[in-house]
């Protein structure tokens, strides 16, 4: 597999891991474009949002609540979540939601 998250997630390479469970890896953007810049990546592969199919739905409302989630535990309010879906605004082909905040992350 030569996709580059499923390389971090497999801890082939390494990243800045912030958060991670059975299901979702949240790692800091390797060209921060904000004071805090996350990524929360399923661990499952699924290309972009136009491949998720309805019965994937789950993989992409579970990373939405567990950005929700960090973004309060570590009072990044305001944020903003941004899901780049297809070239050239999504550079890397596997599902990530972006959450930047202008706080620094505590
Ligand atoms: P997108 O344009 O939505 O596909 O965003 C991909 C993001 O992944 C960009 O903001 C990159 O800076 C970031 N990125 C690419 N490679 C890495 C890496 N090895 N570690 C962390 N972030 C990365």
Redesign the pocket.
């Known amino acids: 597999m030569s996709c580059?998250?499923c390389k971090?997630i497999n801890k082939e390479?390494p990243?800045?891991v912030v958060y991670e469970d059975e299901r979702v890896l949240g790692?800091?953007?390797?060209?921060p474009?904000s004071p805090t810049?996350l990524?929360f990546l399923p661990k499952t592969h699924i290309e972009s949002l136009d491949s998720l199919d309805e019965s994937q739905i789950d993989v992409f409302n579970n990373i939405l609540l567990v950005a929700k989630k960090f973004a309060t535990e570590h009072s990044l309010r305001p944020y903003r979540l941004?899901l780049?879906t297809g070239a050239p605004?999504?550079?890397?082909?596997h599902l990530?939601l972006?959450l930047e905040s202008t706080h620094s992350m505590n």
Request: net charge negative; charged share 20%.
């Open positions: 580059v998250f971090i390479i990243s800045e790692i800091k953007d390797i060209q474009k810049h990524l941004t780049n605004f999504q550079e890397v082909m990530h972006h």
